[in-house]
């Protein structure tokens, strides 16, 4: 799920604006940076007698030239963004109880719309200011509603990786929202869909290694649904894995789903990567996750998205 939409049942006009195939100018240049040498500064290198990479700005995109990051009060302008949006809350539960894990932030419109109408405004021109517009929403209204104060809760934001320039400098408006709205950044966790394509994946591994260095928690989202798959999990390791609910869905009745799902835990333990199903909507497909050792659910048998508060799901389900 893609800030609360579900892209593989969405109409064409919607997933624009968030399959990376379907999105022209993002595309960043193929030539890949001596990985060996990343992160060294051209003089140093050059003095270290390294062979010196290139820098990491994007060849070909609809950034405008020179970039300029925008600021927390920048995005908070709805008439600059051209639309305005809101967010409802999704909890992240532990089926063995105990406050939730998170809760992820899903895009709505104002009056309760769903993600698609929203997301069907967002174009080549706006998607940058949308992705900046979509963190620090998700920030302000959190900390307003008070997830910081329940233990150990973290926040999940959707990002772009399409949409991101480079991640040291457009992180900024998240930082400044945090500090703004007194939410601990420690506690963001950064999701981005499997099934967004992404033209340089060493793009989308420079993001999540600036934002693990930083103290962000970093998933990839609807796992075994996209394009990478164990590719992509062999190449970069996240925190979090949020399996796809077509892995999920009537698990308890499909020996092949109950395969797949045992095989992508016990490699998850071996990495250890927290593990998270979604689309949870029974109660037999929570006790079949659970057997395979993954308690952290999320779904409709827990809570609905809901605007305006963080609902607590039932100790009792």
Sequence with gaps: MVFGLDV????????????????????????????????????????????????????????????????????????????????????????DGGPPFAYEALVRGLNGEGAGSVLAQVDDGNRYRFDQACRVKAIELAAGLGLQDIPGCRLSINFLPNAIYRPETCIRSTLEACARFGFPSERLMFEVTEGERVSDSAHLIRIFDDYRKRGFIT?????????????????????????????TRDIDRSPARQAIVAGVALAAERLDITLI????????ERDMLRSFGVRFQQGFLFARPTIGRLTEWPASV
């Design 8 to 95: 593989r049942r969405t109409p064409r006009h919607c997933a624009v604006a968030l399959r990376g195939r379907s999105i022209k100018g993002y595309t960043r240049s193929p030539a890949k940076a001596n990985r060996q040498h990343v992160g060294i500064p051209a003089r140093r290198a050059g003095m270290l007698g390294l062979p010196q990479a290139h820098p990491d700005p994007p060849m070909h995109t609809l950034f405008p030239k020179p970039f300029r990051a925008a600021g927390c009060d920048e995005c908070r302008n709805a008439a600059a963004l051209g639309f305005d949006f809101t967010m409802a809350f999704q909890p992240i539960v532990n089926v």
């Design 219 to 247: 998933a990839i989202d609807d796992f075994g649904a996209g394009y990478a798959g164990l590719n992509l999990l062999a190449t970069f390791q996240p925190h979090v894995l949020k399996l796809d609910m077509e892995l």
């Design 277 to 284: 199903g979604e689309g949870i909507e029974t109660a037999a």
